[in-house]
């Protein structure tokens, strides 16, 4: 069964504090790793796709990594706009099934 | 209106009651899904549809039932539901199926009493 964990679970960050969120997975034959952004009281919003171990992407102040199993998504110098919850998914291409982590709740203090 | 647009936004129901919520999607993509979100749960999938034919339905209870008349409409009926049922139900689009980039509406907060 696939499986996505992510970490920390919450993570508070003073503003041009920068850092990582963790995103682990384990499935049988990655088809695509995604990032979305989710803001209170709003649905999740398309971030990033990794194909293959090694592969970046970047966005603004975001940057997200891919490795055999795990990714990160590096943020630099965070400001208070970037608190949110960044969700992590996996696809294997099997019955057009995504299977998400828990979600890490950034928070940015200014 | 642009992207994805979710009715009711919010929705309080009795067990018994009868109720429905409607997706509608404006960037004429050619697959619809329904996720639920729990406190403290990843989201979930409910139900995939693809040019209005269903291709996967996730062991969801007979208590949801799905409709999608055309490609740009979907609507999750609801009825004689538990209060654990009680979630965010997110409506997500994508240009075709066999892909992990959605696009999500706002959802639709559900409260059973």
């Known amino acids: 069964e696939d499986q996505v964990t992510q970490s920390p679970e919450a993570l508070r960050l003073q503003e041009g504090e920068s850092s990582s969120l963790n995103c682990s997975y384990t499935?049988?034959?990655?088809?695509?790793l995604f990032w979305y952004r989710q803001d209170p009281g709003k649905g999740p919003e398309f971030l990033f796709t990794l194909y293959s171990a090694g592969e970046e992407k970047e966005k603004e102040r975001l940057k997200a990594t891919l490795t055999k199993k795990e990714s990160f998504l590096h943020i630099t110098a965070p400001k208070p706009e970037d608190s949110a919850t960044y969700l992590c998914?996996?696809?294997?291409?099997?019955?057009?099934?995504?299977?998400f982590g828990k979600g890490i709740t950034l928070s940015v203090r200014p | 209106e642009t992207g994805v647009t979710q009715t009711p936004r919010h929705l309080v129901m009795g067990m018994t009651n009868k109720k429905s919520l409607k997706c509608e999607q404006h960037l004429g993509h050619n697959a619809m899904y329904w996720y639920k979100q729990s406190a403290k749960k990843p989201l979930e999938l409910m139900f995939v549809y693809s040019l209005e034919e269903r291709v996967e339905n996730n062991s969801v209870p007979s208590r949801f039932s799905p409709e999608c008349p055309n490609s740009s409409h979907l609507f999750l009926h609801l009825h004689t539901l538990q209060p654990e049922d009680s979630a965010l139900y997110l409506c997500?689009?994508?240009?075709?199926?066999?892909?992990?980039?959605?696009?999500f509406g706002e959802g639709s907060r559900l409260t059973v009493l």
């Open positions: 499935v049988s034959g990655l088809r695509g």
């Open positions: 997500a689009s994508s240009q075709v199926p066999d892909t992990g980039e959605l696009f």
């Open positions: 998914a996996v696809y294997t291409g099997a019955n057009s099934k995504l299977t």
